[in-house]
DNA sequence: TTGAAAGCGCTAACAC
DNA sequence: GTGTTAGCGCTTTCAA
């Protein structure tokens, strides 16, 4: 840039520190001089330098977001809380897409060494906990959603992926059904762990046993879920509710059923979990499970602007949201 | 941060403008020293300071994007387009969501001014053509997606809005309609006002009447199809096909059909624009058009990176990229 | 091929 | 309430 800290100052008549008291609103400048300083500003079109003020003032008032996939609403929602919280804090948001790849994940973490941010928030990161608390023992601010990290100093907002499971199955319990599917994400995902031990429970609670040939996996994503359909029927087995640990994967199950002439809910009932928006448009409606994505990337991103300008780790660190479960037409009670 | 150049410098037993060399990859560095000094990172886990090196370079390395909406697949196509190219360059991308306010638009866009972004792209801005222009002349770097903007230093990188929407319309002309609604989206909107021009172009080419009860405006969004269509139906006019100037508004269009039940495609012919994910899903499939929304993304970043680094404002500035009309179920031939 | 030194534009400590 | 001054951590002439 052209003009600086000092051409307004002498264009004011005043000090650089003066021009710098007035940019940054202490309060111990005379109205006068401030409007001077002010007018000067705007007569000049003056822009303070970001870098320079990063690096004086050791922060760049920007936080960094790693989300897996900005294409889906999923994170986008919990993204958007992130940024007006942020926002309404004076802070930047810096969105980063790390395509599902652990590499870029931590490439994007770089961003938090080379201080371009002062904090970040991760989305259900791919790489391990371990990973993540080495990053926070070394001082810098990180927050998580959708998972638990046992470290003092990460702030953590996650919804209880084994209750709400639990409720769903106990749902299909209720409604007559015993024989369920359950279709999992992939393998390393706590997400996917704990859906399938809330589905796990809920059979325990109403002694129905656990069939290890209704259980397949879908790796969250629509083919996964039409192709583990597809396993299912080759096996023969016995089903009459199918239960996915994302509603990507349901969108597949309703393929494979299309192509079996197999109809929803008549004879077979299927419930996913996001609340991805195409659950309500396709046909039949999906029922499924809604988390509040804004407000789990508002209150984290609160917490974590809080703890890095006090760096005091008062207070709560975990947040533990509800989820709802909602039921569409895609599901009936069994034998109606 | 703690360790910074000179820490490395003196326990390679070099100065700090040697480490700066390798940091930078000059060649004039022996590969002795050069591995001593990559020894010394390694071993202290050196991390260069990103706003000092910012400040000296008087460059961030870092391009901008302004969308509208973080939550549109259009928008995030684009985004990922942009980020693969711009990471491919080592640049960062700073994704920014204005949420389909100017103020935000012009508040993102300072970014620029105070030199935390060198470039940015903005996707179908909500600011007028001259604020833009006003930018550019003040040498800063911007990008266009989605319109055309005349000014040399302005790549722009767009569909044509004009031939497709005729050949949308011409489609359903050929298939026996002729009497053919059009939702447009909000005024200010230069891709709805095209999209106009080309359903009137069409119109014209089959020497068909233009009937003005036939234009509805649904402002781009769901709910806006839905009350153009109970005006449409208020009004009592005959009509055979609505297109939407996108599928948003064609969602609203399914939803007061359903409504009255009105079949589609056998009462009525729909087709929007956008190959929103939702369309394909949809019963009845979606007739639509699509954008090669990620190769706009990368086109533009590329173009702009390069004029970044010599600006030199030589060869193609402006881009358009062909849309492809994708007939789904929702349309029919009339009377079949 | 390497080092010394200046300086990018700002803020904050200290002096007045 | 305002000014002076040092220095944030890096790159980049220039000289050796």
Do not use: W
């Not at 294409?71 to 929602?77: G, H, K, L, R, V």
């Not at 589905?199 to 790796?219: M, S, V």
């Not at 890095?308 to 008062?314: E, F, G, I, L, R």
Request: glycine letters at 6%.
């Amino acid at each position: 840039m052209d003009i600086k800290i000092v051409d307004v100052a002498s264009k004011a008549g005043v000090s650089p520190a003066t021009v710098s008291r007035v940019l940054n609103k202490a309060n111990n400048v005379t109205l006068k001089t401030r409007t001077k300083v002010m007018e000067a500003i705007q007569e000049l079109g003056y822009h303070p330098n970001a870098a320079a003020k990063n690096l004086r003032s050791q922060r760049s008032m920007a936080i960094g977001v790693i989300a897996q996939d900005i294409n889906s609403a999923y994170f986008t929602e919990i993204i958007k809380g992130v940024e007006n919280m942020a926002y309404a804090q004076k802070y930047k948001v810096i969105i980063c897409d790390s395509e599902n790849q652990r590499d870029k994940e931590r490439e994007y973490l770089n961003l938090l060494m080379d201080r371009t941010i002062d904090g970040v928030v991760l989305i259900a990161p791919l790489i391990s906990d371990e990973e993540i608390c080495q990053i926070a023992d070394k001082g810098y601010s990180v927050g998580i959603i959708g998972r638990n990290i046992n470290h003092e100093k990460i702030p953590c907002v996650f919804t209880d992926n084994v209750k709400f499971s639990q409720q769903v199955v106990l749902y299909l319990i209720e409604n007559g059904h015993r024989d369920i599917v359950f279709i999992s994400g992939y393998a390393e995902s706590t997400d996917s762990y704990e859906r399938l031990e809330g589905y796990l429970k809920a059979l325990r609670d109403r002694q129905i046993p656990f069939r290890p040939e209704l259980l397949e996996n879908g790796d969250f994503n629509e083919d996964g879920g039409y192709e583990a359909m597809k396993r299912l029927f080759a096996k023969n087995a016995h089903f009459t509710a199918v239960y996915c640990a994302n509603d990507e994967m349901a969108l597949g199950v309703y393929k494979a059923c299309a192509e079996r002439n197999i109809r929803i809910p008549e004879d077979l009932s299927v419930i996913g979990v996001d609340n991805n928006r195409i659950s309500k448009y396709i046909t039949p409606t999906l029922s499924t499970v809604n988390q509040p994505k804004y407000t789990m990337g508002a209150i984290l991103t609160e917490k974590m602007i809080d703890q890095m300008n006090d760096d005091v780790h008062h207070d709560k660190r975990v947040f533990v949201v509800d989820s709802e479960v909602i039921i569409r037409d895609s599901c009936k009670p069994l034998g109606e």
